[in-house]
């Protein structure tokens, strides 16, 4: 157990349908990511929140809209998906930005995603 | 813009090798480098973290290089065990200060009893 929970741990939704995916971490950190694991490509960032502020978006389609209502909450909704959007999506905080040790990311265990 | 390779993609070995994980990197302007485990169906574990300033870091019998001027890492596990069985992630953190981590493909090992 990380101090990284996601919910939930695996989705199925049609292209039409709105979900929501969601973080929460237990750790006090102040930094929240949200990244896309999919088969064959390496996991790639989509968002950074630093004290509930987006600081990156890492163009990602409109269709994927984040949300980080505190410091440990994050969420990521999603709507009018592609079934190429069909990957893992994992969620990582850390103390901060900043460099040294505190930046080191700490993972959920990730939301298995599916798009028919 | 920053790639990150990791060399062999997957590896099998008997139990008890020693053995080298390969990871490069095509900027050498990095603020750390951090090498992560993922076992199947999980999130990422955090093994090791190299500051750029530093050559090697240690855990038990992990130990990871970083040589910034040729754009590489390894990372030596010693005495492997089939529970070392699991896919390895390298990533490096850029310079601008966003915690932007770019991940290689990842190196998937099989340690055999």
């Known amino acids: 157990e990380t101090g990284v929970t996601q919910t939930p741990r695996h989705l199925v939704m049609g292209m039409t349908n709105k979900k929501s995916l969601k973080c929460e971490q237990h750790?006090?950190?102040?930094?929240m990511y949200w990244y896309k694991q999919s088969a064959k490509k390496p996991l790639e960032l989509m968002f950074v929140y630093s004290l509930e502020e987006r600081v990156e978006n890492n163009s990602v389609p409109s269709r994927f809209s984040p949300e980080c209502p505190n410091s440990s909450h994050l969420f990521l909704h999603l709507h009018t998906l592609q079934p190429e959007d069909s990957a893992l999506y994992l969620c990582?905080?850390?103390?901060?930005?900043?460099?040294?040790?505190?930046?080191?990311?700490?993972f959920g265990a990730g939301t298995r995603l599916s798009v028919l | 813009k920053q790639e990150v390779t990791q060399i062999p993609a997957a590896l099998s070995v008997p139990e008890g090798e020693n053995l080298v994980l390969n990871c490069s990197f095509t900027?050498?302007?990095?603020?750390?480098l951090q090498w992560f485990r993922q076992d199947p169906g999980k999130g990422l574990t955090s093994l090791l973290l190299i500051q750029s300033s530093q050559r090697e870091q240690t855990s038990g019998r992990l130990n990871a290089s970083l040589d910034k001027s040729s754009g590489r890492s390894t990372l030596y596990i010693a005495a492997s065990q089939p529970g070392d069985s699991a896919t390895y992630l390298c990533a490096v953190h850029g310079s601008s200060n966003t915690g932007k981590l770019i991940f290689g493909q990842g190196t998937t090992l099989q340690v055999k009893p």
């Open positions: 750790l006090g950190h102040n930094a």
């Open positions: 990582a905080s850390s103390q901060d930005l900043g460099g040294l040790t505190k930046n080191i990311q700490y």
């Open positions: 900027d050498s302007a990095i603020y750390n």
